[in-house]
């Protein structure tokens, strides 16, 4: 997992707050997607990102979430007014590959609890 | 969306048995990957397949692409204690955007000393 950098690693949010999650994908790729990991399940697409453009948003809910990839800094999913659903750990990754089609690596995650 | 069949959910074996899972599809992926992932951690590659038929391995693991497309599956030869974890398959269609993952349920591996 070196190189995809998320953090924070672990966050807890009261219902109706706002959490911030920052993924830098690894030096020289600038693709990056967003996962979301329900305990005991596997991952979900939540969200494609190139510099300052979103490709794919399908897998993200339609109110509350949203994500930015700007031409400096981190990528950040962003979700507002938070709910116990929202709980989960939510993985960034990032491909090196221009044309897409490249293999994944994920960076550790931010675990969100939201109490 | 797209679902990956994967099993066993779960394998309880002794430390030096083999092991195998595998990932089934009602469509083609073009690119089979298989992920371990440990508790705290995010998923870490291990092995990645891009031809149908093609049979792959790393150290004690060794995986195929299915000939259809649409499964593959993950072999570990003499477990030990540190391939404890669970093992994601996942697919990849060339027409979906960019390197966007669907991934299986994940299989559980208990070794038992």
């Known amino acids: 997992n070196a190189g995809v950098m998320q953090n924070p690693r672990h966050l807890v949010r009261r219902r109706g707050q706002e959490a911030r999650l920052r993924c830098s994908p690894m030096k020289g790729h600038s693709h990056v997607y967003w996962y979301r990991q329900l305990p005991e399940e596997g991952l979900k697409f939540m969200v494609y990102l190139q510099k300052e453009n979103i490709i794919d948003e399908s897998g993200m809910p339609k109110e509350r979430f949203s994500a930015e990839f700007p031409k400096e800094g981190p990528s950040i999913l962003r979700i507002q007014q938070v709910v116990r659903g929202d709980s989960a750990a939510y993985f960034c990754?990032?491909?090196?590959?221009?044309?897409?089609?490249?293999?994944?690596?994920f960076g550790n995650g931010t675990r969100l609890t939201v109490t | 969306g797209q679902q990956l069949n994967q099993s066993p959910q779960s394998m309880f074996i002794q430390e030096g048995e083999d092991v195998s899972m595998n990932c089934t599809s009602s469509s083609i992926f073009n690119t089979w990957l298989w992920y371990k992932q440990d508790p705290g951690e995010g998923p870490v590659l291990l092995i990645a397949?891009?031809?149908?038929?093609e049979l792959t391995s790393n150290g004690r693991l060794t995986a195929q692409f299915g000939i259809t497309r649409k499964d593959s599956f993950l072999n570990i030869s003499a477990s030990i204690p540190s391939d404890v974890g669970i093992y994601f398959c996942?697919?990849?269609?060339?027409?979906?955007?960019?390197?966007?993952?669907?991934f299986g349920e994940g299989t559980q591996l208990t070794v038992n000393p």
């Open positions: 397949l891009y031809k149908a038929g």
């Open positions: 990754a990032s491909s090196p590959s221009r044309g897409g089609g490249g293999p994944l690596h």
């Open positions: 996942a697919g990849q269609r060339r027409e979906t955007s960019g390197s966007r993952l669907t």
